[in-house]
């Protein structure tokens, strides 16, 4: 399957929410959806599922028009919570009718996940006697109980304890593996690094940069060296304004052209005392900044 | 529709396994049960009791009152009105005594036709002032027909005549049916102003637990808005139903021990006719106060919002039931102002039928109100539940109306 935002506007009022949005997301892989807060990722996610119409564009699946009522999706949303005061069991029965399910098949499905997340104990608790955690979790069941073909996971890792998020990405690995569409949305680059094989980075409404994680990263310019030495003051005395440091403490030196590369690394090793010099190949986190930080 | 009966059913499911909502319901029927088995558990306990006979009350306990200015046969004839009173003649200061607490209460006569009433702190019940202007009226004119030679016994007879009548109501009677349009009335006043809060909350409640933010995705506006509003009306409904119903069945079961009581029959001798008018004013007055409060609880993201912002809706409401109530107690239930009530949707409810109560509008009235009120609860549903939808993804500062209507015309 393949899921498709097309050309996607939006505005509320006056305010434009969202210009021309497109990304695709693959079955079988998941998806990383990134931008900064208000950027319009959660607006981008809800005409995704049809919480509201997108002004114009389309939402495609497999190149036709997603029909809702055959295609199940599962939402963790980035602002969690249930009914505080109802059965955990009641309202993940709820939920799952909601989402269509027969009563019977509810109950299984909902207790075979509940023992996944090792949450059996507190079938029949009410929901605000949870840890924060152990609601996070309850609310997971909520978004795959009905076996969903789109998985939405806005921040899923976001108040987890380590072992919890170790958890939950197996979790996802399963669900990715079972040949699904797993969408994300966070903040945390790490686990979108680790997860994603594609990504759309969205600011202030429009689709900065969307493909391939690994071609983009191959795709980025190759113009950086990254270098580790103890004489860094020297080196950035030698280039002036050309060097900075980056966080790790390797020392950045961007080139005027990637075709000098060869002749600056002969240089720097001739000239001075050099532990390691390579080429920079940006994270994920770098990426980001560049196209969703700098324009405020 | 399948949405909409699995949230309908966990919403009433909701109100009924509710403790409040149980403890309350039966705390009522149990209440009603106590009061109306009454008289035949104390008939059961205490029939052989001799009941108090307020005339062996000792004089020393009985209240004082002062007479200052007027002689034995005034005292005699003030002593037979006030049998709980102990009446003395006092010629003295009288004003001290009553503030001091030793007299209730002390008459000063200046002449048989003119006389200051003293009490301590007048109370809204005391009504002696009139009595003894009765009492004292009458001894005036007996005492001028004696001195214009009719004799004490003819007098006395001219005094005590009084023109005998009847009164026949060709309509309705309306001191017969005031009790139980005002239960009634009161009863939809109620159940609209609890259930409606309810409504509010329930969304409110949604939206600040963020549940909302995965029922948006699951479930139709609509068809949340519509199964709440409909779930909250059949559990107020059938509290209603649970309360009346249990009161009439209670007073049937005892209806014996209430002969005496008219004022129980007027309660419960209720016409067919008005108990199914008094079903359809229920349901579409609940319904469209129901729909308000239910968008209003949409657009709130904090419960302590609610409450303010239910606020206009609330005093409409309450400024429909004054109207009301005040027609009601004046007996012109037909005023231009109960007319023009018994047309606008918001306040037909309780105008409408309060008029049908107790007075006789026209059939074509009461179907063009009706229709009126069916027609506006649509079109307030539809309203409703474009808010709604608007007002669930809504958060931060409650929204201001302009913005609402501004974003339900883009929705």
């Known amino acids: 399957m393949l899921l498709e935002l097309r050309d996607i506007h939006k505005s509320f009022g006056e305010k434009k929410v969202l210009t021309g949005v497109s990304f695709k997301a693959e079955s079988g892989k998941a998806f990383g959806l990134l931008g900064r807060n208000g950027a319009g990722k959660t607006t981008s996610i809800r005409i995704l599922m049809d919480v509201f119409p997108a002004n114009s564009g389309e939402v495609l699946l497999d190149g036709k028009p997603i029909d809702y009522k055959k295609v199940g999706i599962g939402y963790l949303p980035e602002e969690r919570g249930l009914y505080p005061k109802k059965k955990i069991i009641d309202q993940l029965i709820y939920f799952a009718q909601l989402k269509g399910m027969k009563t019977p098949d509810a109950v299984k499905s909902i207790d075979q996940w509940l023992t996944r997340l090792g949450m059996t104990e507190y079938r029949n608790k009410r929901l605000d006697t949870l840890s924060k955690g152990n609601q996070q979790k309850i609310q997971l069941v909520t978004a795959l109980a009905h076996d969903p073909e789109i998985v939405i996971l806005d921040e899923p890792f976001s108040g987890l304890d380590p072992v919890n998020a170790m958890l939950l990405k197996d979790v996802v690995k399963e669900e990715i593996a079972k040949g699904k569409i797993v969408l994300f949305s966070s903040h945390q680059m790490s686990y979108i690094e680790e997860f994603c094989d594609s990504i759309a980075i969205i600011n202030k409404g429009v689709v900065a940069l969307t493909g391939d994680l690994y071609d983009i990263k191959r795709e980025y310019p190759r113009d950086k060296l990254a270098i580790r030495s103890t004489q860094r003051e020297k080196i950035a005395a030698a280039f002036p304004g050309k060097t900075s440091v980056a966080e790790n403490g390797e020392l950045i030196l961007k080139l005027s052209d990637p075709g000098e590369k060869m002749a600056v690394m002969q240089r720097l090793s001739r000239e001075f005392d050099i532990d390691e010099v390579r080429v920079f190949e940006p994270s994920l986190n770098d990426i980001f900044v560049e196209y969703a930080g700098e324009q405020e | ?411």
């Open chain 2, 1 to 411: 529709m399948g949405q909409f009966s699995k949230i309908f059913k966990f919403e009433l499911k909701g109100y009924l396994t509710n403790k409040v909502f149980v403890g309350v319901t039966a705390f009522i029927m149990v209440v009603l049960a106590v009061v109306l088995f009454f008289p035949r558990v104390a008939d059961f306990f205490g029939g052989d009791d001799e009941p108090d006979d307020p005339g062996t009350v000792e004089p020393g306990e009985r209240d004082v009152m002062l007479v200052k200015g007027g002689d034995e046969s005034v005292r005699a004839a003030l002593q037979e009105a006030f049998p709980d009173y102990e009446v003395r003649l006092e010629d003295g200061d009288i004003q001290t005594p009553v503030t001091q607490g030793e007299a209730e209460c002390a008459v000063e006569l200046r002449s048989l036709s003119d006389f200051t009433y003293y009490v301590d702190n007048l109370s809204m019940y005391d009504t002696n002032a009139d009595t003894v202007s009765g009492v004292l009226t009458e001894l005036y004119r007996l005492t001028a027909m004696t001195e214009a030679g009719v004799s004490p016994e003819r007098a006395q007879e001219i005094m005590s005549t009084f023109t005998q009548y009847e009164v026949q109501s060709l309509g309705v009677d309306q001191g017969q049916n005031f009790f139980y349009t005002y239960i009634m009335i009161f009863a939809l006043y109620m159940v609209i102003l609890l259930y409606g809060q309810m409504v509010a909350t329930n969304v409110a409640t949604e939206k600040s637990s963020r549940a909302m933010e995965v029922l948006v995705t699951s479930a139709r506006p609509n068809a949340m808005m519509f199964g709440k509003v409909m779930a909250s009306c059949l559990a107020g409904f059938t509290q209603l139903v649970c309360i009346f119903g249990s009161a009439l069945l209670f007073y049937k079961l005892n209806e014996s021990y209430w002969a005496g009581v008219g004022i129980m029959g007027m309660f419960f001798d209720m016409p067919v006719a008005l108990l199914v008018y008094m079903l359809v004013f229920f349901i579409l007055g609940f319904l469209i106060y129901a729909f308000l409060y239910g968008a209003i609880g949409s657009t709130a993201s904090k419960l302590e919002d609610i409450n303010t912002s239910v606020m206009p809706v609330t005093m409409i409401f309450i400024a429909g039931f004054m109207v009301v109530v005040m027609a009601m107690t004046s007996g012109s239930v037909d005023n231009p102002l109960m007319v023009a009530c018994s047309y606008i949707p918001f306040t037909s409810p309780m105008a409408m039928f309060t008029r049908i109560a107790m007075s006789h509008p026209a059939a074509y009235e009461i179907a063009i109100s009706i229709a009126i009120l069916a027609a506006s609860c649509v079109g307030v549903g539809v309203v409703a539940a474009k808010i709604y939808r608007v007002g669930v993804l809504l958060y931060g500062a409650s929204p201001k109306l302009k913005d609402i209507l501004k974003a339900v015309k883009n929705a």
